[in-house]
């Protein structure tokens, strides 16, 4: 049985219960809560020395990383989607790509406006906090997250973070304009289709408007329909 360590708010974690719901994957779900910094503890440490969510175990391996956990299940588990082909491929690489959206760009976003306050309320003591930072198995993970409580964040550095993630907007605009597959890429649901659900969901909540992009809104509202978009309790 798979066991997949992730956090309700982490959008990489997102993704991957996106994917694994909406091909009923059977999996057990453990909760490491990023806000009361479980994932730095010595016991999940063992499980993923980086600290950080997703990470999937299935037996004696471990796998770490949204977009190699999918490329894993797919590969285990989903026999209708040819892993051996350029399409998969093309589809790996483009997640691949994507998970450098999420970092540096939506984590600086999300943090700056979305968890600063969540983290400081379940760590009122800002000392308390700043030596969690610097006990981070991930050395620029802590030093990231020392500039955030900090609020050392400049404005043009979050100003960089939007920018680019126009420009993505903009991107996948066009690609679901001109596309003739049901799907991102193809006519079966891939992991690209999680990645850029993920995505768009958590750049709504960051405060960007999407009616400016209607291929996209529309293909984006498509996807909230299906069931997986309900398991998955993306908030
Ligand atoms: N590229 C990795 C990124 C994983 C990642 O950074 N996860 C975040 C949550 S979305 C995390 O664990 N943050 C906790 C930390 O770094 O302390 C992936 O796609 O899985």
């Not at 016991?43 to 969510?53: A, F, L, Q, S």
């Not at 350029?86 to 790996?92: A, K, P, R, V």
């Amino acid at each position: 049985m798979l066991t997949l360590y992730h956090c309700d708010t982490s959008y990489t974690s997102q993704i991957v219960r996106l994917y694994i719901f909406e091909y009923n994957i059977p999996c057990v779900f453990k909760h490491i809560d990023l806000r009361k910094q479980e994932n730095i503890t010595t016991k999940y440490r063992e499980i993923n020395p980086k600290g950080t969510v997703p990470c999937l175990v299935d037996e004696d391996k471990t796998i770490i990383g949204s977009t190699d956990i999918m490329d894993y299940v797919t590969k285990q588990l989903i026999s209708s989607i040819p892993t051996d082909s350029e399409l998969y491929g093309q589809i790996f690489q483009f997640c691949k790509a994507f998970e450098g959206i999420h970092d540096p760009y939506i984590r600086l976003l999300s943090y700056t406006t979305l968890f600063k306050n969540k983290i400081k309320e379940n760590n009122p003591k800002v000392e308390r906090l700043l030596k969690l930072a610097k006990q981070h198995p991930w050395k620029e993970r802590g030093k990231f997250l020392t500039r955030i409580i900090n609020s050392e964040i400049p404005e043009d550095e979050i100003q960089a973070s939007k920018d680019l993630i126009k420009e993505k907007l903009l991107e996948i605009d066009s690609k679901c304009q001109i596309k003739k597959t049901t799907f991102f890429f193809s006519d079966y649901y891939s992991m690209a289709d999680a990645a850029v659900t993920a995505f768009i969901f958590r750049v709504i909540k960051l405060g960007f408007d999407i009616q400016c992009f209607p291929n996209l809104n529309a293909y984006y509202q498509a996807l909230t329909q299906r069931n997986n978009f309900r398991q998955a309790k993306i908030q």
